[in-house]
């Protein structure tokens, strides 16, 4: 009797798929938890030698094979994003500020004022970079890589 019909659990050079994949969502973390020690344990036993800087790419890789990373930059702001659109069909002053700005009638002279300005250099930036954006795809119209990125960011 092998040590994988004893535990159950699948060695690291076995084949994972035929792990069975139905059942309740905690047995399959409790089996998804088991195999991924079991992995670790013997990753340590077979490569004890490796120094720790090189033990933390290898976790660091396998971090990465479950959870990709994710889309870089900081996801833009819905209120931003509305500010904007009115900005783009013209609405423009106190109007804009009172759609935009929570409140904006009951602030102070100088809250107001602050509340403006950032509402303002956030519209410009995003005008600024859509700008920048534009041209680059009128540059490089063969560019693969920009062109879903262009229209998931839009």
């Known amino acids: 009797m092998t040590d994988a019909e004893n535990t159950g659990l699948p060695l690291a050079n076995e084949d994972l798929s ?29 490569f004890r030698t490796l120094p720790p800087r090189q033990r933390r790419s290898v976790v660091t890789a396998f971090r990465r094979a479950l959870l990709p990373p994710g889309r870089p930059g900081r996801r833009r702001s819905k209120e931003i994003t ?45 005008k600024r970079r859509e700008q920048r954006q534009r041209t680059s795809a009128a540059e490089c119209p063969n560019d693969q890589t920009a062109a879903p990125l262009r229209a ?3």
Do not use: C, P
């Not at 994949?21 to 938890?33: R, Y």
């Not at 403006?116 to 250099?121: E, G, I, K």
């Open 18 to 46: 035929k792990i069975g994949v139905g059942g309740s969502s905690e047995a399959q973390f409790a089996e998804a938890a088991a195999i991924a020690e079991r992995v670790g344990h013997e990753l340590a036993a077979n």
């Open 152 to 154: 998931t960011q839009a």
């Open 82 to 126: 509305a500010a904007y659109a009115d900005w783009t069909s013209g609405v423009r002053g106190l109007e804009l500020y009172r759609r935009h700005i929570h409140r904006f009638d009951r602030m102070g002279h100088w809250e107001r004022n602050v509340r403006m300005r950032a509402l303002m250099d956030a519209i410009r930036a995003r």
